[in-house]
């Protein structure tokens, strides 16, 4: 992938099976939401290809990715602010049902599994970062995903914050969504995922468990330093 | 309260013409309901979806065009040129709509404007729909079917019925996945997509609408008046007294057109008669001013502003 003549990933690839948390970490500017893009079609990749099931998804628009189960939360909250808090996630239902009731009703459950119930009819600028990060998972939720991409979701929470949002996450992860989770916090992918794939001007350097990854020369050098390998890794 | 409101608002407007017996009033009733007709058009693609076009006189010209000219061409009456002004605008809608629509904010306005310029200079230089000086139609009716009438109160039912119609269509979309779709896209396309709304499509649809009904607008302005220019068909004032009306009362809600057409067109009226036709720079002030007022302190419109206060009252009184 290009921009100009700059190249922000070459080379990199990704295989994620049905079910598995993958962590996608790596220093500023590595590649990471370069390449969440082109795997939510929100980018056209120079070269390489997105495959779903078998189906190739590389040129597909975003609506389509949606529509094929593919849903993603953006780094900066994208939420509709004059929108209240169900109608945002009713904009999500309203792909899997077309009549309002229906698509209210769903809205309201993911309202329910997110927390945000208790705020439904509250415009979506009365809400805090965490609130509209919450916010934005909901609306995917709503669109019934089979995979989920959070692009730093959880960035920019306090501690206590940050655990309530890795509840979040499992308990999605346990309704049975596949999940990509970018994150900059290397305690909450230590946490989460199953799987973390480490990126480094924009190639993959290493991939493997989180204990293999903190261990690996490569990403302490590029990425945690030896005195974070120190704190971590090495005790592992 | 909320019932009351709409049968209070249901009597002023159906009782008041007949409640002053005064031409002066009867002709302003009619412009007011015909610039709220053509302000809630505007209002589909502008308010609720986002995108403030400012050329949709193109679709208003369209409308008003057609009937003069199927009656110059077949001296038919001037109805049977509504479907066809409607068709046109449609037309140059999907036309123009495709590629600019794919254009995000400030340029898919000045696209528009430069579309509806274009057009403005294309008549205004046409021998077939009577260049500058435009066209004329029936002055004494051969039957009802011409529209031509004396007072302007047939006119005011008529330009009634065609917004309820209009509003109830609004009401309608408002409370559907339509509605809820073109809110989103105003709120952000990205995410909109990302969330599998189709954005250009429905981009497009309300586009289309919107060009339907200010067609409309613009034939029901010809049948009143009789004749149409280049001018007041394309001119860009036309476009933005759309833009104006729909958000000075609220972009966006499905009475802020009415309310805002319920100010602005008395307000210009009176500073024409005012100062006579000296005043048509006086008018561009006006625009300018009240452009700047809205802009600065209330965005959301007059509807917006008195929720608020409403809401402020409300949480005082409790």
New interface residues.
């Given amino acids: 992938m290009d921009f100009g003549g700059f190249r922000a990933l070459s080379g990199a690839s990704l295989d994620i099976a049905q079910g598995e948390i993958i962590g996608l970490i790596g220093p500023n500017g590595a590649g990471k939401s370069t390449f969440f893009n082109c795997l ?1 079609g ?1 980018l056209r990749p120079s070269g390489g290809r997105v495959l779903l099931n078998e189906h190739d998804v590389t040129r597909a ?3 389509v ?3 094929l189960g593919i ?2 939360s ?1 780094q900066v909250p ?6 209240t808090i169900l ?1 945002n996630v ?3 239902a ?2 899997r049902h ?3 009731r229906e ?1 209210r009703e769903s809205a309201r459950r993911v309202l329910e599994l997110t927390g945000l119930d208790a705020l439904a009819d509250h415009k979506a600028k009365s809400l805090g970062t965490p609130g509209r990060k919450r916010l934005e998972i909901a ?2 939720l ?2 019934e995903p089979k995979l989920m991409l959070l692009d730093e979701a959880l960035a920019g929470l306090t501690p206590v914050e940050v655990q309530q949002a890795i509840e979040l996450v499992r308990r999605i992860h346990r309704s049975g969504i596949t999940l990509v989770i970018v994150e900059h916090v290397m305690e909450v992918i230590l946490t989460l995922a199953e799987r973390v794939v480490v990126f480094n001007q924009g190639r993959v350097i290493a991939r493997g468990t989180p204990t293999e990854v903190v261990n690996d020369e490569a990403v302490i050098d590029a990425y945690l330093g030896h005195s974070h390998a120190r704190r971590h890794g090495k005790h592992a | 309260m909320r019932r009351a409101g709409w049968v209070v608002l249901a009597a002023v407007l159906l009782l008041f013409p007949l409640s002053f017996d005064n031409p002066y009033y009867e002709q302003l009733g009619s412009l007011v309901l015909l610039a709220a007709i053509s302000a809630s058009a505007w209002n589909l693609i502008g308010g609720y979806a986002g995108q403030v076009s400012v050329g949709n006189a193109v679709f208003f010209g369209a409308g008003a065009y057609m009937p003069l000219l199927f009656y110059k061409l077949w001296q038919v009456s001037p109805l049977l040129g509504f479907p066809a002004g409607i068709a046109v605008s449609l037309v140059i809608a999907v036309v123009i709509g495709i590629p600019t629509l794919r254009l995000s904010g400030h340029y898919f306005s000045m696209a528009t404007i430069a579309v509806a310029e274009l057009i403005r200079i294309v008549v205004s230089n046409w021998d077939f729909v009577g260049a500058a000086i435009g066209l004329t139609g029936p002055a004494t009716p051969r039957g009802w079917w011409d529209l031509v009438f004396r007072s302007s109160v047939p006119y005011y039912y008529m330009f009634l019925a065609v917004l309820v119609a209009l509003v109830a269509i609004t009401y309608g979309i408002q409370r559907s996945r339509f509605g809820y779709y073109l809110r989103a896209i105003r709120g952000g396309e990205r995410a909109a997509r990302s969330l599998g709304v189709p954005v250009s499509r429905y981009k497009l649809y309300a586009f289309m609408l919107s060009a339907t009904f200010t067609s409309l607008a613009g034939s029901l302005y010809v049948v009143k008046f009789g004749f149409i220019d280049p001018g007041s068909a394309f001119g860009i004032l036309v476009s933005v007294n759309m833009v104006l009306i729909a958000a000075l009362g609220g972009a966006g809600r499905l009475f802020g057109p009415l309310l805002g057409a319920a100010i602005l067109i008395p307000l210009q009226t009176e500073t024409n008669n005012l100062f006579g036709g000296g005043g048509t720079g006086l008018t561009y002030i006006l625009y300018g001013g009240i452009i700047v007022l809205i802009a600065r302190f209330e965005p959301g419109g007059l509807l917006e502003m008195w929720e608020r206060l409403r809401a402020k009252r409300g949480s005082r009184a409790a």
Wanted: no cysteine; charged share 30%.
């Fill in positions: 939510v929100d628009s975003p609506e990715h949606a529509r849903g993603r953006f994208a939420t509709f602010e004059d929108l109608e009713m904009v999500g309203f792909l077309s009549r309002v698509a609306r995917v709503a669109t």
